[in-house]
């Protein structure tokens, strides 16, 4: 690695929408450079993941290092593939702290979309160099022309400096590479100083501890060294350095400029901190920014299907966790699902995604309740609130064929299947991205459930008083369609205050007392229906509705009906 000083080093990131292909280029990139054979399976090579290839996203940043000589110069390039949807852009600015230069990726069919934009800006806030790159200009419908236009449009690129390519077919990819190394700068560092490393990413591998992706601002970092958490202000010594490509090579020293890996034996998943500086023993530095912490969007409670299962459960999500720092996690309890924990993440699709890695990494079945949004309450009798649920805030015709649209949306109203329902509706072609723009004061309401006028606590929710009638009648009808009948009445019924705002009535089941009545006098069969009926009446006020857990689960994991 000495032979390759800063001013050849290049470290970039590959961003997109998702599905514009990101991944491709990355594949055709590393078969360009040599750093893996070229075979017709080569397809997601840096999407690991389970989860990754059968849902074809990119989840995890991954890096790979890649040597390539241009015009005679051997030069290392670091490429950090990164996801395209909305609910990963945590990892996206991660992995553009380790860079300092962009390839941006818009699909020639489909043009900019909104993850484009989103990712464009992370790029230009951070100072980056951007190359735009056109792909899939083999298809029948690409107009890379007009996508030319929009990017010189939106984000003031000139068209000449747009570089039109096909990753499937490979063609003008190599141009990509060569521009990476004209207009990505070298990394600003020195090996004369001392060692100062981001740690931007981690994994947990059950044999040698964690291991840290590091980016290196300064010095070197060989086996033997001892080294300083920033953070936790622990010391380890280095087992083992090496760089990815894409996996684990190990090497004998890093230096300034390069991005690789470190293990350094340490034990606990709490100990490698996403955004951590590591230096020196005895050469203390100013630790670097780290990163802010992801705000989550949505939350969720997450419980053992089984009791026993708990502190397995609480193992692989701490190891998960670690891979996936946006994940916010505090312990929590329910009467009906015992004990277990509230989880926050950036969106749906990160909720869903996190669900599918526990069970297919760590063999955890785990249920997950309905998504719900955080509220913060003023306590005051003051007639203060007035709300709409979605205001126009801009438009913006980026050409004839495709309009921008900004929202101020409550984030409970696009939480369920706002995106499902836009993707439906648009045939695919609509696309949504959307970022946090703080509180505001609404209109809100805490319905109660009760069952024969008893409140059921895990049922009770916060919701917009527009809406409440509507949903407290849904919930009575999954409620009455999933708790079994008794022996005596329930009443179902949503509240506001002490108002009943939709009831739904468990019938009975009823014993035929008045089969053994035939012909006679008809007091005789009214005496026996009046006893059962108070005999009813009395069950319905000592008896207690035990609502059976799968009925829970079956109201708190309800999808909403599109």
Not at 392 to 412: A, T
Request: hydrophobic share 40%.
């Amino acid at each position: 690695m000495s032979t390759y000083p800063v001013e050849n080093i290049r470290n970039f990131s590959i961003i997109a929408h998702v599905d514009h292909g990101k991944s491709t280029l990355a594949d055709r990139l590393l078969e360009i450079t040599g750093t893996i054979a070229k075979t017709a399976h080569n397809k997601q090579v840096l999407d690991k993941l389970q989860v990754e290839r059968e849902r074809g996203i990119t989840v995890k940043a991954q890096s790979a290092s890649l040597f390539y000589n241009h015009e005679g110069v051997n030069y290392l390039l670091n490429l950090i593939d990164t996801p395209g949807h909305v609910d990963f852009s945590y990892e996206v600015s991660r992995s553009l702290s380790a860079c300092q230069g962009v390839i941006l990726v818009v699909d020639a069919n489909e043009g900019i979309q909104a993850q484009t934009v989103a990712n464009f800006y992370l790029a230009f806030e951070a100072q980056l160099a951007v190359i735009p790159v056109i792909n899939k200009i083999d298809l029948k419908h690409a107009d890379p022309e007009r996508v030319e236009k929009q990017i010189e449009k939106l984000f003031d690129i000139p068209i000449d400096e747009c570089v039109r390519i096909s990753a499937k077919q490979g063609t003008n990819v190599e141009k990509v590479l060569q521009k990476i190394i004209e207009k990505i700068p070298p990394p600003q560092c020195n090996t004369a100083d001392p060692l100062k490393a981001l740690v931007f990413d981690s994994t947990f591998d059950h044999y040698r501890g964690v291991i840290a992706n590091i980016a290196l601002f300064g010095g070197e970092i060989q086996k033997g060294h001892k080294i300083v958490s920033a953070h936790t202000k622990k010391r380890y010594e280095v087992n083992e350095v090496g760089i990815l490509t894409p996996n684990e090579q190990p090497t004998h020293k890093l230096y300034a400029g390069q991005v690789g890996y470190v293990i350094a034996g340490m034990k606990e998943v709490t100990e490698a901190q996403i955004g951590d500086t590591l230096f020196l023993y005895k050469q203390p530095v100013e630790p670097l920014p780290g990163f802010k912490s992801a705000k989550p969007m949505v939350f969720a409670g997450m419980y053992p299907v089984d009791q026993t299962e708990y502190n397995n459960l609480k193992s692989a999500l701490e190891k998960l966790t670690l891979n996936d720092s946006s994940v916010t996690i505090h312990r929590d309890s329910s009467l009906a699902l015992g004990a277990g924990w509230r989880l926050g993440f950036l969106g749906l699709l990160h909720m869903e995604v996190f669900n599918q890695r526990l069970e297919q990494e760590y063999n955890m079945s785990v249920i997950l309740t309905a998504p719900t949004v955080p509220y913060k309450a003023i306590l005051s009798s003051a007639k203060l609130i007035k709300d709409r649920r979605a205001v126009q805030k801009d438009m913006l015709y980026i050409d004839e064929q495709r309009v921008m649209l900004k929202y101020l949306f409550p984030l409970n109203e696009i939480v369920l299947d706002f995106y499902d329902a836009l993707k439906s509706l648009s045939s695919g072609y609509a696309s949504f991205d959307y970022e946090d723009a703080g509180y505001q004061a609404a209109d809100l309401i805490k319905m109660d459930i009760l069952l024969n006028g008893n409140p059921v606590e895990e049922l009770a929710t916060i919701i917009h008083s527009d809406k409440a009638y509507a949903t407290g009648k849904l919930l009575c009808e999954r409620l009455k369609d999933a708790i079994p009948r008794q022996l005596f009445e329930i009443a179902i019924q949503a509240a506001i205050g002490k108002r009943i705002i939709a009831r739904e009535t468990l019938k009975a089941y009823r014993k035929n007392v008045v089969a053994k009545c035939y012909g006679g006098d008809i007091t005789r069969r009214m005496k026996l229906l009046k006893r059962q009926a108070e005999g009813k009446k009395l069950m319905r006020k000592i008896g207690n509705v035990e609502v059976p857990r799968d009925a829970f689960i079956r109201v708190l994991k309800r999808e909403p009906d599109k």
